[in-house]
């Protein structure tokens, strides 16, 4: 990775509590500060609201805080979110 590339990585990634919250609820339909998930690549588990936001223009990349492995992705597409869950394991409370 070049340093160019990971200025810019480090530039857009927040964390979810900080970056989406609102948004994160609204597409999820659960409250991000107080459901966990558990990261299918490390098995580490946390709160949505931990998790980083990776944001892009047309898509946002959910990493995991412990491993940086991508949880979920949202993207957007003729104004709809399409969200992808593939990276959690499991969700272990609501």
Avoid: W
Avoid at 25 to 34: D, E, H, I, K, Q
Avoid at 43 to 62: E, F, I, K, V
């Amino acid at each position: 990775m070049t340093i160019d590339s990971a200025l810019t990585r480090q530039r857009h990634t927040h964390r979810v509590g900080d970056a989406m919250p609102d948004r994160l609820a609204a597409v999820l339909g659960t409250n991000p500060f107080s459901t966990k998930t558990e990261c299918l690549h490390c098995g580490a588990a946390q709160l949505l609201s931990d998790l980083y936001a990776d944001m892009r223009p047309t898509s946002t990349a959910l990493r995991c805080a412990t491993c940086r492995a991508v949880q979920a992705l949202l993207t957007q597409r003729g104004g709809i979110t399409c969200v992808d869950l593939r990276g959690i394991a499991s969700q272990l409370s609501r």
